[in-house]
């Protein structure tokens, strides 16, 4: 537990690091705007990342979230465009739809066996085709028609500054957050991704759980594509492609390893948040676009370096005591 | 525990929208329209900036920093503008994702540039963004793809016209009558949708008789539309004209139709000018394309900010965007040598 409150520490002290940095060289980084435009930016990102590593924990990974994420808001604006749907039945309708993604990625990850990996990049091209399937077109010529529902657009509102999509992203942070460690979902997710043969051994339906953390993301991405056209009130094709990966790297920033098992919530909040200062603080300094990319690229790979690393001699430590305790009991039993 | 997880999901959407509905929520046009009516009066005599003596940031946004229009305008743009010592020009790359895009924006308007000129990669999905820049008093000059919103200026390049040009110029080349290909860009983007509608309206009004056989996107690529072309050339025995949605795809259906010794009946159309395509079309390979003068389309974006900057001139003080068209030039082995060497990108 220690050891686990002591990563956390370094994980936000690296990000205090970063913003002192950035707010050092520019003048205005600290501002209150630029605060919360900062905190905009990672809560869309943060909300599916926020699924994805459950996903992450239990050994999987999930390639469809940003065309989940396109799909569904495909499907609002067509349902909005075409048959002026209320807003609220439009969010009820986004999350199933988000849900119903999920489902079929589970579905194909657990009960087809296709590895994750596989799977997901499968279904992120399905998805992708479905945008274009369901996008608005006139005279066979696609358009992308704004949305004027006020109560859609509400969602990429603020109040006080602090913008909805933010409030949203906190709130289900900490109900992930709470699942993960007080409940037995989250045990069986841990376990799962920890060694899936002996969870299997002790009673756990991995396969089941593998299936519930795709439903959640899938969910999730609901949930972020309400907030996505309702910051920007028109749906393109586009929407949402590479967003898995930048939701990727935040995940694993924040702590979880592709071998499962490790990681949670709150390190993903900062993963998510250390992403967006990272993209706005690189953007203060007006570098060629290629630069821009390098420098992210670097940090990124040295976080996830330095993870690894921390990681590794955390776990020698860890059997180090472990042997120590064995020789103590052992010594004990000869005397 | 699913109870306990749905229960938890609820309470976290039940705050979100309890809070949606208290009426507090304001949306960012909301936050803009508040914030011009506490600066109406500044409305009624518009106050620039010293454009030639004080500190001057002038950013320029393109859908993608890779392309070779958008590095042709970022030319044009720095080349008039690094005449003055104290303006700083900055591009920044779009990614051509309008999340980014409204990102990027959001930042601009966070750092006070005096004026921003954007490629808008989706004309709606940028409005509100534009919206917020102009109620901060940063004018917004839209390059070649509009935001759907009033703003200070749009400089506008060929994109329906282009599309109209290259249907009038097959359709009399061909006599009224023949079989043609499309490859169109990638599916939505709203230049290739225009050039696209540009042509069939042109074709289906003047030359019923010439016949669309297929249209495959080439996603503005030239290996995909290498690829489109020869799949093209084996489907179809008979093809009189290609229609390209940009000169780098036109150049890959060359290549393609050249493999397959075809160069003498069919004609390849492309659209932007770009100097490659020109040297295809000096070579025989590529029968014309739409040229735009791009260099000249990015200083003309930078001089309409430099008079928004100097007059004060936004969007409060305008009803509808003005638009400044640039001139199509269609090139064919004819004309080449009007395109001198300066002009070329």
């Given at each position: 537990?220690?050891?686990e409150?002591?990563?956390?520490?370094?994980s936000?002290?690296?990000?205090?690091?970063?913003m002192?940095v950035?707010g050092?060289?520019?003048?205005?980084?600290?501002?209150?705007?630029?605060?919360m435009?900062?905190?905009?930016?990672?809560?869309?990102?943060?909300i599916?990342?926020?699924?994805?590593?459950?996903?992450?924990?239990?050994?999987?990974?999930?390639?469809?979230?940003?065309?989940?994420?396109?799909?569904?808001?495909?499907?609002?604006?067509?349902?909005?465009?075409?048959y002026?749907?209320p807003?609220?039945?439009?969010?009820?309708?986004?999350?199933a739809?988000?849900?119903?993604?999920?489902?079929?990625?589970?579905?194909?990850?657990?009960?087809?066996?296709?590895?994750?990996?596989?799977?997901?990049?499968?279904?992120?091209?399905?998805?992708?085709?479905?945008?274009?399937?369901?996008a608005?077109?006139?005279?066979?010529?696609?358009?992308?028609?704004?949305i004027?529902?006020?109560?859609?657009?509400?969602?990429?509102?603020?109040?006080?500054?602090i913008?909805?999509?933010?409030?949203?992203?906190?709130?289900?942070?900490?109900?992930?957050?709470i699942?993960?460690?007080?409940?037995?979902?989250?045990?069986?997710?841990?376990?799962?991704?920890s060694?899936?043969?002996?969870?299997?051994?002790?009673?756990?339906?991995?396969?089941?759980?593998?299936?519930?953390?795709?439903?959640?993301?899938?969910?999730?991405?609901?949930?972020?594509?309400?907030?996505?056209i309702?910051?920007?009130?028109?749906?393109?094709?586009?929407?949402?492609?590479?967003?898995?990966?930048?939701?990727?790297?935040?995940?694993?920033?924040?702590?979880?390893?592709?071998?499962?098992?490790?990681?949670?919530?709150?390190?993903?909040?900062?993963?998510?948040?250390?992403?967006?200062?990272?993209?706005?603080?690189?953007l203060?300094?007006?570098?060629?676009?290629?630069?821009?990319?390098?420098?992210?690229?670097?940090?990124?790979?040295?976080?996830?370096?330095?993870?690894s690393?921390?990681?590794?001699?955390?776990?020698?430590?860890?059997?180090?005591?472990?042997?120590?305790?064995?020789?103590?009991?052992q010594?004990e039993?000869?005397? | 525990?699913?109870?306990?997880?749905?229960?938890?999901a609820?309470?976290?959407i039940?705050a979100?929208?309890?809070?949606?509905?208290?009426?507090?929520?304001?949306?960012?046009?909301?936050?803009?329209?508040?914030?011009?009516?506490?600066?109406?009066?500044?409305?009624?005599?518009?106050?620039?900036?010293?454009?030639?003596?004080?500190?001057?940031?002038?950013a320029?946004?393109?859908?993608v920093?890779?392309?070779?229009?958008?590095?042709?305008?970022?030319?044009?743009?720095?080349?008039?503008?690094?005449?003055?010592?104290n303006?700083?020009?900055?591009?920044?790359?779009?990614?051509?994702?309008v999340?980014?895009?409204?990102?990027?924006?959001?930042?601009?308007?966070?750092?006070?540039?005096?004026?921003?000129?954007?490629?808008?990669?989706?004309?709606?999905?940028?409005?509100?963004?534009?919206?917020?820049?102009?109620?901060?008093?940063?004018?917004?000059?839209?390059?070649?793809?509009?935001?759907?919103?009033?703003?200070?200026?749009?400089?506008?390049?060929?994109?329906?016209?282009?599309?109209?040009?290259?249907?009038?110029?097959?359709?009399?080349?061909?006599?009224?009558?023949?079989?043609?290909?499309?490859i169109?860009?990638?599916?939505?983007?709203?230049?290739?949708?225009?050039?696209?509608a540009?042509?069939?309206?042109?074709?289906?009004?003047?030359?019923?008789?010439?016949?669309?056989?297929?249209?495959?996107?080439?996603?503005?690529?030239t290996?995909?539309?290498?690829?489109?072309?020869?799949d093209?050339?084996?489907?179809?025995?008979?093809?009189d004209?290609?229609?390209?949605?940009?000169?780098?795809?036109?150049?890959g259906?060359?290549?393609?139709?050249?493999?397959?010794?075809?160069?003498?009946?069919?004609?390849?159309?492309?659209?932007?000018?770009?100097?490659?395509?020109?040297?295809?079309?000096?070579?025989?390979?590529?029968?014309?394309?739409?040229?735009?003068?791009?260099?000249?389309?990015?200083?003309?974006?930078?001089?309409?900010?430099?008079?928004?900057?100097?007059?004060?001139?936004?969007?409060?003080?305008?009803?509808?965007t003005?638009?400044?068209?640039?001139?199509?030039?269609?090139?064919?082995?004819?004309?080449?040598?009007?395109?001198?060497?300066?002009?070329?990108?």
């Open positions: 537990m220690r050891q409150n002591m990563r956390r520490i370094i936000v002290a690296s990000l205090f690091l970063m002192m950035f050092l060289t520019s003048s205005s980084f600290f501002s209150m705007n630029n605060m435009s900062i905190l905009r930016e990672c809560s869309i990102n943060g599916i990342a926020i699924g994805v590593a459950f996903v992450i924990i239990t050994a999987g990974i999930d390639l469809s979230t940003g065309a989940i994420v396109g799909f569904t808001s495909m499907m609002c604006a067509n349902l909005l465009y075409y002026q749907l807003a609220t039945l439009i969010f009820v309708i986004a999350i739809i988000g849900t119903f993604c999920g489902v079929l990625n589970g579905y194909v990850v657990t009960r087809l066996r296709v590895p994750a990996f596989i799977a997901t990049l499968s279904t992120q091209y399905l998805f992708r085709s479905l945008v274009f399937a369901f608005i077109r006139e005279g066979g010529v696609i358009t992308n028609k704004k004027t529902d006020p109560g859609v657009l509400i969602m990429g509102g603020s109040i006080d500054g913008y909805l999509v933010t409030i949203a992203f906190v709130v289900l942070a900490i109900v992930g957050q699942i993960l460690k007080k409940t037995k979902l989250g045990t069986y997710i841990y376990a799962t991704g060694n899936q043969k002996s969870a299997e051994l002790s009673g756990i339906n991995a396969g089941k759980v593998k299936w519930i953390v795709f439903i959640i993301t899938g969910f999730l991405c609901g949930i972020a594509a309400i907030f996505e309702g910051r920007i009130g028109s749906v393109t094709t586009d929407l949402g492609t590479g967003l898995e990966f930048e939701v990727i790297a935040a995940v694993v920033i924040g702590g979880c390893a592709f071998s499962g098992g490790r990681g949670d919530i709150f390190g993903t909040f900062i993963g998510a948040i250390f992403m967006a200062v990272l993209q706005n603080g690189i203060k300094y007006n570098l060629p676009t290629a630069a821009q990319l390098v420098i992210k690229g670097i940090v990124i790979v040295v976080m996830i370096i330095f993870d690393v921390y990681n590794n001699i955390m776990q020698k430590r860890i059997l180090q005591k472990a042997r120590e305790l064995d020789e103590a009991a010594a039993e000869v005397a | 525990m699913k109870k306990k997880f749905l229960a938890l609820m309470m976290g039940m979100v929208t309890m809070m949606t509905g208290c009426g507090a929520v304001q949306t960012d046009s909301q936050v803009a329209a508040s914030a011009s009516d506490s600066t109406a009066e500044a409305v009624e005599a518009a106050a620039g900036k010293d454009f030639y003596t004080e500190d001057i940031k002038i320029f946004l393109p859908n920093i890779g392309d070779s229009c958008a590095a042709a305008w970022a030319d044009g743009m720095k080349a008039y503008l690094d005449t003055f010592s303006v700083t020009f900055d591009v920044y790359d779009g990614e051509a994702s999340d980014t895009e409204v990102q990027i924006m959001d930042e601009l308007i966070n750092q006070s540039y005096d004026a921003i000129i954007l490629q808008a990669t989706d004309a709606a999905g940028l409005a509100a963004s534009v919206d917020k820049a102009e109620a901060a008093g940063i004018p917004v000059i839209t390059c070649n793809l509009d935001a759907d919103t009033t703003h200070t200026a749009l400089v506008a390049g060929v994109d329906t016209e282009a599309g109209e040009a290259m249907a009038n110029s097959i359709g009399e080349s061909l006599g009224g009558e023949g079989k043609v290909v499309i169109s860009a990638t599916p939505g983007a709203t230049k290739g949708e225009n050039i696209d540009g042509f069939k309206a042109v074709l289906s009004e003047k030359y019923p008789n010439i016949e669309i056989l297929d249209e495959q996107s080439g996603e503005w690529l290996e995909n539309a290498n690829t489109v072309m020869n093209f050339l084996t489907k179809y025995p008979e093809i004209a290609v229609m390209c949605h940009n000169d780098a795809m036109a150049e259906a060359a290549e393609a139709v050249k493999a397959a010794g075809r160069l003498e009946q069919v004609q390849i159309w492309g659209c932007d000018g770009e100097s490659k395509m020109l040297d295809y079309i000096e070579e025989g390979l590529c029968t014309g394309t739409i040229y735009t003068n791009c260099q000249s389309q990015g200083a003309s974006c930078a001089q309409m900010a430099v008079f928004a900057i100097e007059s004060g001139i936004t969007a409060k003080n305008l009803t509808s003005p638009v400044v068209k640039m001139a199509p030039v269609i090139v064919t082995k004819d004309n080449l040598s009007d395109i001198t060497e300066d002009m070329r990108w």
